[in-house]
């Protein structure tokens, strides 16, 4: 691989994760590069790339460009990956490969199952061919204009398994999915190919209800990987994928304290910040930055109700963006619709202390209430939103080593 050197081509790349995910699968140089439409046609003539992967809007644009396909490119029309030869570019598919992986992964088995497929972008060839491959059928594809449309989808609510490959739900416009789950009762597996948030609107419907389910992380290392083969020019194992994914997952993932007022959420989170490098992002600060008023007043003008309001639109912000440690207010538990803000690209540590240990003092409702009767009303409610519980009554240190301990 010496003095070969690989990249992603597109128009607009933004934070892209490709480079971080090709240095952990083989060792070569990858990069980014974005091209102008009217500039690609030079670029491909000219580069001194030994290959390259293909995002929007460029997969179709560079299939005249080869002089030769896949079958797997030639069924689907498109072209994520570019391996370059004696004479010329050959092109591949291997978002085909990906979402093969999510399915396999997922232990479901969709042979002769009824199958959905939300969307006709890109991304649905790859999905409907390799469906086709695994045995699905018949697959419906669902458009907005088509014969299969969101109006008239009461003809297939017999669905067993059901693939969004639209945008929606993609950061940064989260909470959106193309259907509700719950209107297919025969449902059995859903996947979606987006991969921020980690958990789309649509995965943790599915996820609520106990269906078996996969984001598009795991298509995106998968297709990765086979790339990555034709780069390096050897096979790289399918562990590889699984440890990518958790590295990735964890760097993504939002560390998120809940419990309750003064259990210590603030002072365990700047400690976290710095173990970790991590920005804080703290709930009530921003809360207040954003009313322009400290907390105990917007209690008095809005009551708890405007409060919450204000909670709740802070932590819809604060939640869909990842890799941050996040410190939540003690009464964020008391309205449902925060934990699905939280739990999109979260891991949540219930902290606990001794009831005994905790202030009152700037608590509105810590004021009003005993701190039992607070707890009362709100642990089951703590306990629901929590992947973690950890005591905070020991040493600051004691508390963060246990949280880095599970967060291996």
């Not at 933004?14 to 083989?26: R, V, Y």
Request: with cysteine; hydrophobic share 35%.
């Amino acid at each position: 691989m010496e003095n070969k050197k690989f990249g992603l081509l597109g128009r607009k790349l933004g934070h892209s994760w490709s480079p971080q995910i090709h240095s952990m699968l083989a060792d070569y140089e990858y990069r980014l590069y974005e091209v102008e439409p009217e500039d690609l046609d030079h670029f491909l003539r000219t580069t001194d790339l030994a290959g390259m992967n293909v995002t929007i809007p460029y997969k179709k644009d560079v299939v005249p460009c080869c002089v030769s396909l896949t079958r797997a490119a030639e069924r689907i029309g498109s072209v994520n990956t570019l391996v370059r030869a004696a004479d010329g570019w050959h092109g591949d598919n291997t978002d085909y490969a990906g979402f093969r992986h999510i399915v396999k992964s997922s232990g479901v088995d969709i042979a002769g199952c009824k199958t959905l497929v939300f969307g006709t972008g890109g991304a649905s060839l790859s999905v409907i061919a390799a469906l086709e491959d695994m045995g699905a059928g018949p697959i419906v594809n669902v458009s907005r204009t088509g014969e299969n449309n969101y109006g008239n989808l009461d003809r297939h609510r017999d669905a067993q398994v059901l693939v969004n490959t639209t945008p929606l739900g993609m950061f940064p416009d989260t909470g959106k999915a193309p259907v509700s789950v719950a209107e297919f009762p025969a449902c059995k597996a859903e996947f979606d190919v987006v991969y921020n948030p980690q958990r789309t609107a649509f995965l943790m419907e599915a996820e609520r209800l106990g269906i078996p389910c996969a984001g598009g992380l795991g298509m995106l290392v998968a297709q990765a990987k086979a790339s990555a083969e034709q780069f390096a020019g050897h096979p790289i194992s399918d562990g590889k994928v699984d440890e990518i994914m958790s590295t990735l997952s964890r760097q993504m993932s939002n560390i998120v304290l809940i419990g309750m007022p003064g259990c210590g959420k603030s002072t365990v989170g700047r400690a976290l910040s710095r173990a970790l490098g991590r920005p804080l992002l703290d709930a009530d600060r921003q809360i207040e930055r954003e009313s322009k008023m400290p907390i105990p007043v917007i209690f008095d003008h809005e009551g708890e109700a405007g409060f919450r309001r204000r909670e709740t639109e802070v932590l819809a912000e604060l939640g869909k963006g990842s890799g941050a440690v996040i410190a939540t207010g003690g009464g964020c538990v008391t309205r449902q619709e925060n934990y699905p803000l939280l739990h999109q690209n979260g891991y949540i540590i219930w902290l606990k202390r001794d009831l005994s240990k905790l202030p009152s003092d700037g608590r509105p409702l810590s004021q009003r209430n005993s701190a039992e009767t607070l707890y009362q009303q709100r642990k089951d409610k703590y306990a629901a939103f929590a992947d973690l519980i950890v005591d905070n009554d020991g040493p600051l240190d004691h508390t963060i080593s246990q949280i880095l301990e599970a967060l291996k």
